[in-house]
């Protein structure tokens, strides 16, 4: 079987930039297209960097899904190497040729691999995507999964984590068989039949991927598109794989050469969701070591009104008259970043008349205790300090005596 081969990629009429990747090799027989998401040019150093490290490997001898796992750990290895590109990552659908007429499909993402045969156009691969899975799971129908809003969000890319999972298809070539693989800027704007339309009517496979290119951009063109259409060709020669196509790139990259119509749209969720996690880790750990240091500490304060001590949690508030209670807090004082303190204990049993002016002033907006034990120990003191001095009372006490009764 002999392989004519036709690609085009195009920065579409809404993007800044190409984050596509083409990459044809007829020597080691290698067909792939991978779409690149990611901030500060992250896509497509993603795309090129993944068909690169799969073009490596193909040609050292590995099979497909190996091969897409180490594009995987290529686009891993960079992103860590460089902030700037960390949280990129890319689809890849590949084709290779292996023993006798079989291609085999490996594809991780939302692009796509088709088959035309006998007028009929069937989708090799399953996309790895939002939507897919939500049709898969019987919540929404394949119409609405078309012009759902999230349709571009995927679900498994080359280059977020090291166990990457590969679909590998196999497809048996037929004479006449036409493959193509694209990305997803062309199937979200050219519908499967008119796809059809175009490799029926268009023989040539390099003008067939132009045209394809064409139909997307007239749609629209709101994405990065890319068509790379394999017509198997049975010749008398047999074997191998050739192909008289003009020369191409392996990975041809658009210029950045049409201007910004609009703001990105697509994986936004998908790159949102790389980025904000992480911040969103680091704050609720932040938050909970806020929360830890605002309620392992204590601190003491002369209250004017005593609360029932919320050891004994009726609604009932019992109150002293002002400045006679002596309360300790678990928590800062004032309350840090919405952990307020909570009222341990209430002391009527220190005479604050009797406290000095040092104590009074020790007390002024809360004295402050690494442990329970301390200012238990603090308050014990208090209430034999401010005994002792007067000599006049009677009754000494060291321990808490229960606040008296509503009046
Ligand atoms: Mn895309």
Redesign the pocket.
């Known amino acids: 079987m002999r392989l004519v081969v036709g690609q085009k990629t195009d920065v579409g009429r809404v993007r800044d930039g190409n984050?596509?990747g083409v990459l044809v090799n007829d020597d080691i027989g290698l067909f792939a297209v991978a779409?690149g998401?990611g901030g500060h040019r992250g896509g497509e150093v993603a795309s090129a960097t993944a068909l690169e490290a799969l073009r490596a490997a193909v040609s050292s001898g590995k099979a497909i899904r190996d091969a897409i796992t180490d594009a995987n750990d290529a686009v891993i290895e960079r992103s860590l190497a460089d902030t700037n590109l960390s949280g990129m990552g890319t689809?890849m659908t590949a084709g290779t040729v292996a023993a006798g007429d079989t291609l085999l499909v490996g594809h991780v993402g939302?692009?796509r691999a088709y088959l035309a045969r006998d007028g009929e156009l069937r989708q090799i691969t399953e996309d790895h995507s939002l939507v897919e899975e939500l049709v898969r799971g019987g919540e929404l129908t394949p119409e609405q999964a078309e012009v759902h809003p999230r349709r571009?969000v995927i679900t498994r890319a080359l280059g977020i984590e090291a166990d990457v999972d590969v679909d590998v298809y196999p497809v048996e070539l037929q004479d006449g068989d036409r493959v193509l693989i694209c990305?997803?800027?062309l199937t979200?704007m050219v519908r499967a039949d008119d796809i059809l339309g175009i490799l029926e009517r268009e023989p040539d496979a390099q003008r067939a991927a132009d045209r394809l290119v064409d139909a997307a951009n007239a749609a629209g063109g709101e994405?990065?598109?890319t068509a790379l259409v394999i017509d198997a060709v049975r010749d008398g020669a047999g074997g191998g794989v050739s192909a008289p196509v003009a020369p191409t790139r392996e990975t041809d990259v658009a210029p950045a050469d049409a201007p910004p119509r609009r703001r990105k749209r697509?994986?936004v969720l998908l790159r949102i969701a790389l980025w904000v996690l992480p911040v969103l880790v680091v704050l609720a750990i932040a938050f909970a070591a806020v929360g830890w240091y605002a309620r392992r500490t204590y601190f003491v304060e002369i209250t004017d009104n005593c609360r029932t001590n919320v050891t004994t949690t009726t609604a009932a508030t019992a109150e002293g008259p002002p400045g006679t209670c002596v309360t300790l807090f678990k928590g800062v004082p004032g309350g840090l970043l919405g952990w307020d303190p909570t009222v341990e204990e209430n002391r009527v049993d220190i005479n604050t008349e009797e406290l000095t002016p040092a104590e009074i002033n020790d007390l002024e907006g809360g004295k402050r205790f690494s442990s329970e034990e301390d200012a238990e120990a603090y308050l014990t003191n208090l209430v034999e300090s401010t005994a002792t001095t007067t000599t006049t009372t009677t009754t000494t006490t060291t321990t808490t005596v229960p606040p008296p009764p509503a009046a």
């Open positions: 984050e596509d779409d998401m689809t939302d692009s571009s990305s997803d800027g979200t994405d990065n598109i697509g994986r």
